[in-house]
C-alpha cells in the first residue's frame, strides 16, 4: 500500500520502480500472519483439500520412468511453450464454445507463468504510461496492481448481473471521445467467468456487445481497441450450471478479442501454468517479450498438464472440485441468510471462489474502517471491496463491500466467520 | 532479429512493444530447425546425459508421498520465494564465499523464474529508456535483448584474461562524465565466472577495484551506480579449479552489489528457478514487481530443489557435471588445437559451457557471412560473436568471433563439428 521507504537510493528507480506499490494481497497477507487463529474469507487461494495429489504422484512416475522421457521433461522448452500443450489448450477451448478444433490454431497460444504473467506481458506490449484501460467496477484486484504500476489509467465501467453494462460502457466511451482522450484507449479489460470478486457472469450476448461498441469507436481511437476476456474462472463452475461460450465463438470480432485463463486454479496452484490466446501480430509481440522474461514457462510444469489432460485426470478433477466448491458457496450463502441483516445485497454465485456483499452505504468496509477493524479483532478477516476499484477520477470509490471467500475455508470456519460478520451488520445496521 | 510485419495493429503497441524484436536464439533455433542434421556448437543448453532423473524422482516420490505435505507443495507459495530454499541458498552462498551464515540474510533474497527473469525485473526497476548500462565486450546475448527491449544504451568495456579491465572502465566512465551523461548510468552488468561467451572468470580483485571506481563517480551521477554480479555458471566449474569468492565478500560494498545466479543450468533446466540477493530497499521494489508479474516462482519447482540441496543430492551432481563437462572441454580444446589454424586465438575455459575463438579481422563471422552460410551448409552451427557484443555507439562492434559450445553436443559431434570448422579456416586463413 505504501511506496518504499524513500532513502538515498530512491534517486535511482526507474519511473516504474518509483510507482509500483506495495500490492494490497500482502498487506492482507500480514494481517493474516499478525492473527494466527484467524477465519480467512479473504484468500483467493483453493482449498489444500482438493489438490490432485495422487493424479499429480501417478503423472511425475510415469514422466519420469524412462531416462530419455525424463530427460526431455527436465530439458528447457520453448518461448510459447510446450506444441502439445498448446494443442490440448486449444482444443479444450473449441470444445468448451462448441467449435471445431481447426478454428482455434495453437500458434496463437502462448503458455505462460499463470494468466497473470501473460496480463503482465500484455500490458508491456500495448500500454505506455498514460494510457487507459476500462475495466469492471469491480475487478480483479491484481490486475490493478499492474495497471497502477504502469502508470494506466482505467475508468470503471458499472456491473449488472449478466456481466458490465453496455450502455454505462457506451458514456464512459463517449465521454473519452469528447474529452478527445479515446486514443490512449487500448482496451477492455473484462474477467467473464464467475467474476472475481463479484462473482458475476458475462453473457455471450453481453460480450458480442461490448466488441461491436468498441469497434464503433475504433476510427476515433485512431487503432484497434481490443476486448480482454480474463477467463481465469471459468472452469470452476457449480455442477448444475453451463458457462456461456467465449467470445472466441463470433468470428467477425476474433481479431479484437485477447483470451486468456489459467490451469493453476483449476488442477493445482504450485503447478503455475496459464496461456493467453491473441491475434497472430500481438501474439508475435508477446513471445518476443516472454523470451525476454525467461525464455519460457519450467517444461516439467507444463508436461505435468499435458499428462493431466490428455489422461481425462484433468476432466475427472474439475467435475470434483465444482462439486466441492458448490457445497461451500451453499454453505456460505446459507450462513449469509441466517446472520446477516436483509438489507445486505448478495450477488449468488454458480461457480468461481467468492461471493460480494453489498452493504448499505453508511457502512464502510475499508482497511481503515472501524467495521473492518472490529471483524479483524474478532477473528475474521474479508477483503475491503474498494480494492477492487480501481483508481477512475471520473467516480469516487464504492467503499461499502466485502468479497467473501469460500476457497480455502472449511464449512463450520465459513459458519463462525459469517456468523460473527453478522452479528457486526446487526449492531450497525439493525435489520 | 527483425520487429514484427507491420500492419494496422502495430500502431497500438507500447513503446515497449514496438521495439522489443526477436532475440538472437530465436533465429539460431530456427536455423537448426531448417538443417535437422546439425551438429550443433550453439547451444547454451545443457547436456540431456547429465539431467539427475534418478534424484528427481526420489525427490519427487518423497514429496509427494504424504498428502498434506504434497498438499502444501502443490499450493501457492510467495512472492519472495520458500522460505526454506532462501535459507539454503544464502547457506551454500556463504559457504563457497567462505563466510558466516549470519552475514547473508535470507530476507535479501527473491527466488525467480531463472536469472533471466530477475535480471528482467531488476532492469524494470531500475533504468528507464534512454538509460545506460555498462556492459563486458563480449557479454551475455540474452541480456541485450532484455536492454534493446527497454530502451537501454550500453557501453561495452574490454575484457581481459582476469575479467574486464579496470583502466578501459576508468576511461569509459570519464567519457560518460565528461559528456554529461553519467547521471544515465544505472549499473555495471557483468558475468563473472566462466562468463558467457568468453568463458573468462572475474577475479576478486577485480570486483572490488569495479565496486571502488564505480563509487567514485557516484558523486557526479547523483545516484548510486550498482555492480550486478550474474553468477550463472559459477556452479558449472571444473574439478580441479577454485571459483574466487563473490563480491558479497566485501562488506564495504556489500549495499551496492546485486547478485544473481540460477539452479536450471546446474540442476535441470526444466526447473526454472533462479534467484537474486540485492541491498534491501532494492529487494522491496524487486519483490513488488514479482507480485505483479506472477506472485511467486512456482512451489513445486522450488520444492524440488530444497530437497535437492538439502539431501545433498545438488552437491554431488555438481561435482559430476562438472566432470562431465570438463571431459567434453578437453575433447574441444583437443580437436581445435588439431584442426584449427594456429593463428585462431583460444581462451582455455575453467567451467562453464563455452570456448570463445577469435578470428583474425579480416574472417568475418555474422549471421550474413559467407563463413557462416558455409559452416552450415556443411552441417555445423555456431554462434556469431557479434551477437554478443552490445551496440555501443561509440566503438564499431567486432565481427571475427565465435562461441563454440560443448554442452549439449557429445564427444563425437564436437569432434567432427571442430574439424569441419578448422577446414574452412585453413581454406580462409591458411595455417
Redesign the interface.
Known sequence: MSR??S???????????KR????P??WL?NEALKHPNLISLADG??D??T???PE??EI??QL?AS?SK??????????AGEERLREATTSRLARLDSESKDDYPADNLIIT??S??FL?MLT?????PG?IIIVEDPTYF?YL??MQ?HGIEARGVRMESTGLSIQDLEQKLNALAESGQLHRV?FLYSVTYFQNPTGITTSYEKKIKALELLRSFEKKA???I?YVEDAAYRELSFPEFSPPASALKHREYR?RLIYTSTYSKPY?????VGFGYL?K??H??VM??K?????G?????Q?ILVAAIESDKYEAHLAKIGRSYHRKAMAMLKAIQQYFPKSVQIIPPNGGLCIWAILPQRIKTGPKSGFFKESLRQGVLFVPGEFAFANDPTRPKPGSTMRLSYGSATKSQIQEGIKILGSLLHDRIGN
Open positions: 518504499p521507504r532513502d538515498k537510493s530512491d534517486s535511482i528507480l526507474s519511473s516504474l520502480g509500483t506499490e506495495a500490492p494481497i500482502s497477507m487461494i483453493t489444500n483439500k489438490i490432485p495429489v499429480t504422484r511425475l512416475s519420469l531416462p525424463a530427460q526431455s521433461v527436465l530439458q528447457y522448452g520453448t518461448a507463468n499463470g497473470q504473467q503482465y508491456e506490449a500495448l500500454c505506455d494510457d491484481v496492481s499492474i504500476s487500448k485512431g487503432h484497434p481490443y481479431n493445482a496452484t504450485g503447478i503455475r491475434p501480430p500481438l508475435t509481440v518476443r517479450i523470451g525476454n522474461h525467461d525464455f514457462t519450467a517444461h516439467l510444469l508436461q
